[in-house]
């Protein structure tokens, strides 16, 4: 079984930017030991004539095709805007 330490969650959680409660470190102490502990089983597999596959669906193209097609009035889409300029968005700049 692997043993993940409280201060390997704490320095994941630091590096995914995330605040932690000591209920919450414990949770994922677990999980991630359990998340482990199934990547170790998997890696006892027989994996030698199994071939490498990106999809096991064999899905092809599934986006729908693109087409112009008339979106509504301007106004109503700007009304939705937080903050405008004329007949555009205004947004912050995020550009130096």
């Known amino acids: 079984m692997a043993n993940i330490t409280r201060e390997e969650v704490q320095k994941i959680s630091k590096l995914a930017k995330l605040r932690l409660t000591?209920?919450?470190?414990?949770?994922?102490?677990?999980?991630?030991?359990?998340?482990?502990?199934?990547?170790a089983e998997l890696r006892q597999l027989d994996t030698e004539d199994v071939p490498p596959t990106t999809?096991?669906?064999?899905?092809?193209?599934?986006?729908?095709?693109?087409?112009?097609?008339?979106?509504?009035?301007?106004?109503d889409l700007l009304a939705n805007a937080p903050e405008r300029e004329g007949p555009y968005y205004k947004v912050r700049k995020v550009i130096e």
């Open 22 to 39: 000591e209920k919450e470190a414990e949770l994922y102490q677990a999980q991630f030991s359990k998340i482990l502990d199934s990547m």
């Open 55 to 75: 999809s096991v669906l064999g899905l092809s193209n599934v986006l729908r095709e693109d087409s112009p097609a008339p979106f509504g009035e301007a106004e």
